[in-house]
Nanobody, 125 residues
Framework: QVPLVESGGGLVQAGDSLRLSCTAS????????GAWFRQAPDKNREFVAA????????SYADFLEGRCTISRDNAKNSVYLQLDRLTPEDTAIYYC??????????????????WGQGTQVTVSP
C-alpha cells in the first residue's frame, strides 16, 4: 500500500471547474495505477476515472459525459482530476485510489488497495 493525500476540493457554483490532486508518499508511485472514486450522501462509492502507471491509458465513467480529465505526473508522485461544468449532482467526497495490479481500470472500489482520506466537493445551484 501507498499513503495518499487528496486536495483541491471545495464549494463551487454550478458550471464551475475544479482540479483535484492526489499525492503519494514514497518513490514507487510510478508503479501504481491511479483512480478517482466519489461517494455522495446515502450512496455507494462509484468509479469516476482511472489512469495506468505511465499515463498513456485512461478510463472514465460514462455518466461524466466528457466533463473530466484524469492525468498524472510521476515526477511529483501525483494524480489529478480536472472536473468541468460541475452540477449539484457532482456533490460528493472524492477519493483517490492506487494499486499495482492489472487491469488498471477496475471499477469496483473493493479491488483497490490504497486509499486517501477524501476531499469534499460541493456544488451549489
Amino acid at each position: 500500500q501507498v499513503p495518499l493525500v487528496e486536495s483541491g476540493g471545495g464549494l463551487v457554483q454550478a458550471g464551475d471547474s475544479l482540479r483535484l490532486s492526489c499525492t503519494a508518499s514514497g518513490d514507487t508511485f510510478r508503479r501504481y495505477a491511479g483512480a478517482w472514486f466519489r461517494q455522495a450522501p446515502d450512496k455507494n462509492r462509484e468509479f469516476v476515472a482511472a489512469i495506468n502507471w505511465d499515463g498513456r491509458s485512461t478510463s472514465y465513467a460514462d455518466f461524466l459525459e466528457g466533463r473530466c480529465t484524469i492525468s498524472r505526473d510521476n515526477a511529483k508522485n501525483s494524480v489529478y482530476l480536472q472536473l468541468d461544468r460541475l452540477t449539484p449532482e457532482d456533490t460528493a467526497i472524492y477519493y483517490c485510489a492506487a494499486d499495482t495490479r492489472s487491469p488498471f481500470d477496475r471499477r469496483w472500489s473493493g479491488e483497490w488497495k490504497s486509499w486517501g482520506q477524501g476531499t469534499q466537493v460541493t456544488v451549489s445551484p
